[in-house]
């Protein structure tokens, strides 16, 4: 290896070179060439499905549990003139463990026992094991009807 003090001395001042058969190529195509490259395709999702926060099932008390039981049989012997109820209840997450909890408001058409769901008056169904908690405007009527029969 010679220790020429300018190496290229004998081509600097030659024109570019410029092909006959192709045509230069466009600008962005030629950046696009430079782009970033994602060698890791679909690690950020994975991360953020890590990072994706779930909660955990609520547990009911035998209490609780005979509550929604009496509250469910109030809302199914007024029929179709029960008044809308909210009804919250878990959902399961179909990727990891835990879940969310949602409210829904809803008529309770009726409880279909042998596949345990709630079916809603426009024909969503809420699976009854799931259910944490339901209230109406039924119950506190009831309630008080209830307090005005004590005295």
Do not use: C, N, W
């Not at 395709?41 to 009911?60: C, D, H, K, P, Q």
């Not at 809308?84 to 026992?113: H, Q, W």
């Amino acid at each position: 290896m010679s220790r020429d003090p300018f190496p290229y001395e004998d081509i600097i001042d030659l024109p570019h070179p410029v092909s006959r058969k192709h045509k230069p190529m466009d600008r962005t195509d030629r950046a696009a060439q430079f782009a970033p490259f994602a060698a890791l395709t679909g690690y950020e999702a994975v991360i953020e499905e890590t990072a994706r926060l779930t909660e955990s099932r609520a547990l009911l008390t035998e209490e609780s549990r005979a509550e929604l039981d009496r509250r469910l049989g109030l809302i199914l012997s007024a029929g179709s003139s029960a008044p809308p109820s909210r009804i919250t209840y878990f959902v399961p997450d179909e990727r990891k463990k835990g879940g969310r909890t949602l409210e829904r408001m809803g008529m309770i058409k009726k409880l279909d026992r042998r596949r345990r769901f709630l079916i809603l008056s426009d024909g969503s169904e809420i699976p009854a094991d799931d259910v944490i908690a339901i209230d109406s405007p039924l119950f506190a009527l009831s309630e008080d009807g209830l307090a005005q029969g004590l005295r």
